[in-house]
Nanobody, 123 residues
């Protein structure tokens, strides 16, 4: 059973930075995909970044150039470095995982989810 636990959310002013962490346990082998998603109040969930050994790294256009996803295998931790934050980045952020070679920004593709961490960006 894969478990994911996010941390690092908080409140920041526009233009600021935050680093989200996701402690991952239960992953086996190397064929898996890890991703970050977010959901703002009243909006649909949005895939923002994914990483896998087979597919590399993928970003949504909304965060490209501002956010960086990385995976520290030794620490079993997924990170999301967020820079130049905007009020529209305000959302609950989730990390997720799925096995296999498919690695997209589509939420339903993922099997396991963390509980989420709130990010609030004020103008």
């Amino acid at each position: 059973q894969v478990q994911l636990v996010e941390s690092g959310g908080g409140s920041v002013q526009a233009g600021g930075s935050l680093r989200l962490s996701c402690a991952v346990s239960g992953l086996t082998g190397w064929r898996y995909c890890l991703g970050w998603f977010r959901q703002a109040a009243g909006k649909e969930r949005e895939g923002i970044a994914t990483v896998s050994r087979l597919s590399g790294i993928n970003y949504a256009d909304s965060v490209k150039g501002r956010f960086t996803i990385s995976h520290d295998n030794a620490k079993n931790t997924l990170f999301l470095d967020m820079n130049s934050l905007k009020p529209e980045d305000t959302a609950m952020y989730y990390c997720a995982s799925r096995g296999g070679s498919r690695c997209t920004l589509v939420g339903p593709d993922f099997n396991y989810w963390g509980q989420g961490t709130q990010v609030t960006v004020s103008s």
